[in-house]
């Protein structure tokens, strides 16, 4: 199994550019996240996913959308990007259930907006 | 919005040293507090989730207790070694909010060999 895998590892793009962050997971997991990790500040939820067709906003959603497009992938995406949304931005996924809360993270995608 | 704190902000300690740090969190309303080991350029990996007051988990030399009462976890490292070296994240999650975990800055720990 591959776990969580984000796209791309890198990115640099200028402000006013949009781009779309891909994540997918082969655990047949239920629920799927997005966290932004920015320096001295813990990871903070974008959007999440409960399941498949259902989307809810985290704690900082502005200037993101995002698409669960199957049980497998769930996309970020930046529809005109601004310096403020530089940052580290982390997938992660989780299976259904009380016992099974803990959440799995991808490698992660470092975007930087000049 | 919960607020989750967490301390130190970081500690150096010598191999062989045992440790620990400190979550808090808001206790009312609480549903599930996770500890998570973030190691440099990997993503992080979950240690335990912990729900019930006065629980206490293990995993090799790494335990950790959960006073959901008066809002507080600590993560113990027994015995430390420079691999044990990693941020450690906890995170919390209130009541009928278990999806939207709420971080703490972290707690970097650095072992000496």
Known sequence: NAGVTQTPKFQVLKTGQSMTLQCAQDMNHNSMYWYRQDPGMGLRLIYYSASEGTTDKGEVPNGYNVSRLNKREFSLRLESAAPSQTSVYFCASRALGIRTMEQYFGPGTRLTVT | ?113
């Open chain 2, 1 to 113: 919005i919960l607020n989750v704190e967490q301390s130190p902000q970081s500690l150096h300690v010598q191999e062989g040293d045992s440790t620990n740090f400190t979550c808090s969190f808001p206790s009312s309303n609480f549903y599930a507090l996770h500890w998570y080991r973030w190691e440099t350029a990997k993503s992080p990996e979950a240690l335990f989730v912990m729900t019930l007051n006065g629980d206490e988990k293990k995993k090799g030399r790494i335990s950790a207790t959960l006073n959901t009462k008066e809002g507080y976890s600590y993560l113990y490292i027994k015995g430390s070694q420079p691999e044990d070296s990693a941020t450690y994240l906890c995170a919390s999650t209130a009541q009928g909010g278990s999806e939207k975990l709420v971080f703490g800055k972290g707690t970097k720990l650095t072992v000496n060999p």
